[in-house]
């Protein structure tokens, strides 16, 4: 037996002695539902397939102004547009990175009298851009209710945690 296997066996026979079959048991189970809870509550990386998911619903149609806050992807848009910061609705300015995390609203799309999930990445690393804020509340509930509050900084996880702007990317209809 090499020093490994004995190192193993050693661990092994330690947990053996100390911790009942039930109460290991016991204790994978706490994980096990305690993360099913915590979960879902977890903010969802989307960054790794960040397509527009919208098909033609993506396209402004005639008539529509995509910078002003009442079209219908901002719905729950709370940030600079990045379209006004010289990035576009669904990409990030050159020299800034999207976050990984988002806010998600669910926007009606008044021309097909659909409803849409969309994600809103902030763009990180570059000061501030101060054009077309958009301060959207569609689902959203005060900051006390912290888990459905959008007035966050979802840069946070970046390695830039500087705030630059906001896109809209619709994920895909909702269902
Ligand atoms: N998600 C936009 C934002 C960034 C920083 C602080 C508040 C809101």
């Known amino acids: 037996m090499n020093w ?13 002695h100390n911790v009942s079959r039930r109460g290991l048991l016991a204790s994978v189970s706490k994980i096990l ?11 969802i990386s989307r960054v790794a397939h960040a397509q527009e998911g919208g098909g033609a619903a993506a396209e402004p149609a005639a008539g ?3 910078t002003n806050c009442d079209y219908w992807r901002h719905c729950a848009l709370d940030g600079f547009q990045c379209s006004c910061c010289g990035g576009t609705l669904n ?4 020299g800034s990175e999207a976050s990984p995390i988002s ?3 669910t926007c009606h799309n008044p021309h097909e009298n659909k409803n849409y999930v969309v994600a809103y990445h902030d763009c990180c690393g570059k000061t501030a851009c101060g054009r077309c804020y958009c301060g959207n ?21 970046n390695r830039s945690a500087v705030y630059h ?11």
């Not at 004995?6 to 947990?15: H, S």
């Not at 990409?91 to 050159?94: H, R, T």
């Not at 702007?165 to 269902?175: E, F, H, M, R």
């Open 64 to 66: 529509d102004d995509p």
């Open 103 to 105: 806010w998600v609203g």
């Open 137 to 157: 509340q569609v689902d959203e509930r005060p900051g006390y209710e912290f888990f459905r509050h959008n007035d966050v900084d979802w840069c946070m996880a």
């Open 4 to 16: 490994v296997d004995r190192l193993g066996e050693g661990l092994a026979r330690g947990v053996a």
């Open 33 to 43: 539902v305690g993360s099913a809870f915590i979960m879902p509550v977890l903010p």
């Open 165 to 175: 702007c906001t896109v809209s990317l619709i994920v895909g209809p909702a269902t």
């Open 91 to 94: 990409s990030c300015p050159a």
